[in-house]
């Protein structure tokens, strides 16, 4: 469509327009409000998560279940025209997903021979089979007798038993590599095997077949970390193959416990989906019956995680509960609703329940820091995050109890989390999300680490909301970590002038929050450079969209199709460097008020966050109800002032 399909209104009919959809979308978001207090939206992932529930169903004999079916019939559905599986919307097809999608259905009974399967088995064939699969991959199809167990990477308990002092522990890896990989060592160290009636060996690809090459050089050091990690690989299945290991029972033990005392306030080990997947294989391969309490907890909270619509049933990667409620009372007093008002006030109460005041992992990198900060999902005690911490305190510092035990309650409460989150800053000035100095790139290039998540370095995105939020609390600009944070900010920018973003997508949502940071430090050094990118990605169509690919390639940054969320941040960035009143502005509320829905609401067409760069992605279904409202409360208070 052509900008002059889009007129822009003038001035009165933009503000009565405006207003009318600030009205609409505060009213959807307050219906939205759970009785006690929180909102939870849909937490949308690939299909990979399907395949992997109903592997697991399959394996523990539950597959006659009605779930089972309904799960088939989610997949079948998601296929793409070219016969593969995506990890998001409008994405292309991806390897691994296809081979878990194309095994699952062919164990459900469908046949090989029909068009959709052979479809699927072209491109598989023609990303290089089973053998270009990642790691984890490789591992499920051992399980299940489809992959030499001998080809995957080797994952030894005795990880474990690595001291902290040693260059590598699971404590100098990110959270959610810990939760998965711990209980992979038992199961590496197991081999569990469960017999099918399929094979899957037409996905092999002919001898002598050569997959081509991934874009993009090596350098000297990547390639001799490889190698070195690579000849490890070898000795360690060498050792493997020795009955006399003086460690192995130790190990075992450790990983066992380690498991078993992170399952405690965690509404599932990590309260994410691949740890508790682990977990289970990991207990029956450690001989736990199936009705053993830990494993039914991982079931339980499995089950927590399905959505079945339609006939088909799809699983959710986690629950978002804290995150979300966190930004819904953020947004609607940002609206203009008053700090005491019900719904705030219900949702800052269920916000305090939800305070972490144990001792988790954290600690170990960051032995000063005392318990304080929110987690991401409804119960994660070991685990809370800087980015959940930073969008609660800006929530809380907004809000105002009339009771005075209820307002001590939320001071104190803020309290312990502004000092738990100065603790967890980085010496580069940024926060990562869930350890402190988790950055040593070399645990990137272990075999088993191609998930691309193995450490939690410094964001962009993070740093940008943490500074916001300690300012938004009255701390001076000048304060040692809002100086070191914003220095982190200004040295992070890209030559562009974006930022990278790394929970969601991507360079859009790291200059959004960024700008957000450093214009409430008043720190506008490389604003004219940001707002210019910002404005040169506008669509024709007035909005802004960019899709995962520019992870895979910086060139595509700011590349995509127009969406309600996308199109909220590059406003509110835009905003933030004061160019309220530009015509890319005004294009791009021309385009939320015209794309919104009846019910107040907003959808995004593709998916708009990000849970591993490169290999997975997600929809939150609420943040086209709660960015657009936020971004046109921002330009009516921009423009009236």
């Not at 937490?43 to 009605?66: M, N, Q, V």
């Not at 292309?92 to 479809?119: E, N, Q």
């Not at 072209?122 to 990303?127: G, I, Y």
């Amino acid at each position: 469509m052509s900008v002059q399909e889009f007129p822009i209104l003038d001035e009165s009919s933009e503000q009565a327009r405006v207003a009318s959809a600030i009205e609409a979308a505060s009213e959807r978001l307050r219906s939205l409000q759970s009785a006690d207090g929180h909102w939870c939206g849909e937490l949308e992932g690939d299909t990979i998560l399907e395949s992997e529930y109903l592997l697991l169903l399959f394996y523990l004999g539950r597959a006659h279940e009605d779930r089972f079916r309904k799960g088939i019939e989610y997949i079948r559905r998601q296929q793409l025209p070219n016969g593969g599986w995506s990890i998001y919307a409008a994405g292309p097809t991806d390897l691994s997903a296809t081979v878990k999608a194309y095994f699952v259905l062919k164990l459900a009974g469908d046949s090989p021979d029909a068009p959709h399967m052979a479809r699927a088995r072209e491109a598989v064939l023609a990303l290089g089979g089973l053998d270009a699969c990642n790691s984890f991959t490789k591992i499920y199809l051992s399980i299940f007798g489809q992959y030499d167990w001998r080809k995957c990477p080797a994952v030894p308990p005795e990880l474990v038993l690595l001291p902290d002092w040693f260059i590598f522990n699971i404590y100098k890896i990110s959270y959610w590599s810990r939760c998965i990989i711990v209980p992979l060592t038992l199961i590496w160290a197991f081999k569990p095997k469960c017999d099918v009636p399929i094979s899957i060996s037409e996905l092999r690809v002919r001898a002598g077949f050569s997959r081509r090459a991934r874009a993009g050089r090596h350098t000297n050091r990547e390639r001799l970390w490889r190698v070195f990690f690579n000849t490890l690989d070898v000795v360690l299945k060498a050792i493997e193959a020795i009955p006399f290991k003086p460690f192995r029972r130790r190990a075992l033990d450790k990983a066992t416990k380690w498991t078993l005392d992170h399952l405690d306030k965690s509404g599932g080990l990590g309260a994410i989906f691949p740890p508790i997947i682990n977990t289970i294989y990991a207990f029956r391969a450690l001989g736990y019956p199936v009705d053993h309490p830990a494993i039914q907890s991982q079931l339980r909270a499995l089950e927590s995680l399905e959505i079945e619509e339609d006939g088909a049933l799809r699983v959710q990667p986690c629950f978002s509960a804290v995150w979300d409620t966190a930004l819904a009372v953020h947004i609607l007093r940002a609206t203009g609703a008053a700090e005491d008002d019900p719904a705030v006030l219900a949702g800052a109460r269920w916000l305090l329940q939800k305070e972490v005041r144990a001792v988790g992992d954290w600690k170990h990198r960051n032995p000063d820091g005392e318990p304080g900060g929110w987690y991401f999902q409804y119960e994660n005690e070991f685990y809370p995050d800087t980015d959940d911490t930073s969008e609660v305190l800006l929530a809380l510092s907004s809000v105002r109890f009339p009771h005075p035990a209820e307002e001590r309650e939320r001071e104190n409460a803020v309290t312990r989390a502004v000092a738990w989150q100065l603790t967890m800053q980085n010496r580069d000035g940024g926060w990562g999300a869930f350890d402190k100095e988790c950055n040593n790139e070399v645990f990137t290039f272990i075999p088993f680490a191609d998930h691309n998540a193995m450490i939690d370095p410094s964001c962009e995105d993070i740093s940008g909301r943490t500074i916001e939020a300690l300012r938004s609390l009255g701390f001076a600009s000048n304060h040692p970590a809002i100086r070191n944070g914003a220095r982190f900010l200004h040295e992070a920018q890209d030559f562009s002038g974006a930022w990278y973003g790394r929970w969601g997508c991507n360079y859009i949502y790291g200059t959004f929050l960024a700008l957000r940071g450093l214009a409430a430090v008043g720190e506008t050094s490389g604003f004219e450079r940001a707002a210019n990118w910002v404005m040169e990605k506008k669509n024709t169509d007035g909005g802004w969209g960019e899709l995962q690919h520019s992870y895979d390639d910086p060139m595509l940054k700011g590349v995509g199709p127009s969406t309600p969320s996308q199109t909220a941040w590059a406003l509110i960035a835009l905003i933030a460097t004061g160019k309220a009143d530009s015509e890319s502005a005004r294009r791009g509320v021309e385009y939320l008020v015209r794309t919104q829905k009846s019910d107040g609401s907003w959808f995004d067409d593709t998916w708009t966050a990000t849970g591993f760069p490169k290999v997975f992605y997600l929809r939150y279904h609420l943040y086209a109800t709660y960015f657009p409202l936020w971004a046109l409360s921002e330009y009516r208070d921009a423009m009236a002032s």
